[in-house]
T-cell receptor
Framework: ETGVTQSPTHLIKTRGQQVTLRCSSQ?????VSWYQQALGQGPQFIFQ???????GRGNFPPRFSGLQFPNYSSELNVNALELDDSALYLC?????????????FGPGTRLTVT | RKEVEQDPGPFNVPEGATVAFNCTYS??????FFWYRQDCRKEPKLLMS???SGNEDGRFTAQLNRASQYISLLIRDSKLSDSATYLC????????????FGIGTKLQVIP
């Protein structure tokens, strides 16, 4: 069984730039969720994709967008980067069956915006 | 009021001790509950789901109290390797997931 992978591991960007983060879900999982975790905080839900469609969104502005591909891998895109976007970005995959929402996380991408 | 509240700690306990964490949630429609463990600068890892009847996995016991809207995690016979941050997770999704993490409770087990 292949676990959740994310790339890149670390990234440094300048304010105003755009970034794309990538995630491959665990084998057999059809749902991908993205989270932002600032230092000393719990992960904050950004959005979720199920069968290539956005299936729920947290309190993040539209400059945070995403995609899910037919193989269930996913991208998170952030436009017009701000200093506060510096955080660990986590991808989690799950198999959405009624009553079971256990998620498995990738190692994350640490984004620094300068 | 925050949707999910946890005491951030730190809880410093000696090896072998029993320690318990609580987590309260505000939305009575919440559907499912989990505890995750997160080591420093690593991703969260699923520790256990929390069922209405309570559940146990070795030294770890999780309980759900819907009437008072809290979940708990009990760790018996603490090991040094239990040192981590424990995240409470509440899912109020029906048909889709809407997951809220607590801030996490930091546990330090001392020799």
């Amino acid at each position: 069984e292949t676990g959740v992978t994310q790339s890149p591991t670390h990234l440094i960007k300048t304010r105003g730039q755009q970034v794309t983060l990538r995630c491959s879900s665990q084998s057999g999982h059809n749902t991908v969720s993205w989270y932002q975790q600032a230092l000393g905080q719990g992960p904050q839900f950004i959005f979720q994709y199920y069968r290539e469609e956005e299936n729920g969104r947290g309190n993040f502005p539209p400059r945070f967008s995403g995609l899910q591909f037919p193989n269930y891998s996913s991208e998170l895109n952030v436009n017009a980067l701000e200093l506060d976007d510096s955080a660990l970005y986590l991808c989690a995959s799950s198999l959405s069956l009624a009553g079971t929402y256990e998620q498995y996380f990738g190692p994350g991408t640490r984004l620094t915006v300068t | 009021r925050k949707e999910v509240e946890q005491d951030p700690g730190p809880f410093n306990v000696p090896e072998g001790a029993t320690v318990a964490f609580n987590c309260t949630y505000s939305n009575s429609a919440s559907q499912s509950f989990f505890w995750y463990r997160q080591d420093c600068r690593k991703e969260p890892k699923l520790l256990m789901s929390v069922y209405s009847s309570g559940n146990e996995d070795g030294r770890f016991t999780a309980q759900l109290n819907r009437a008072s809207q809290y979940i708990s995690l009990l760790i018996r016979d603490s090991k040094l390797s239990d040192s981590a941050t424990y995240l409470c997770v509440v899912n109020r999704g029906t048909g889709y997931q809407k997951v809220t993490f607590g801030i996490g409770t930091k546990l330090q087990v001392i020799p």
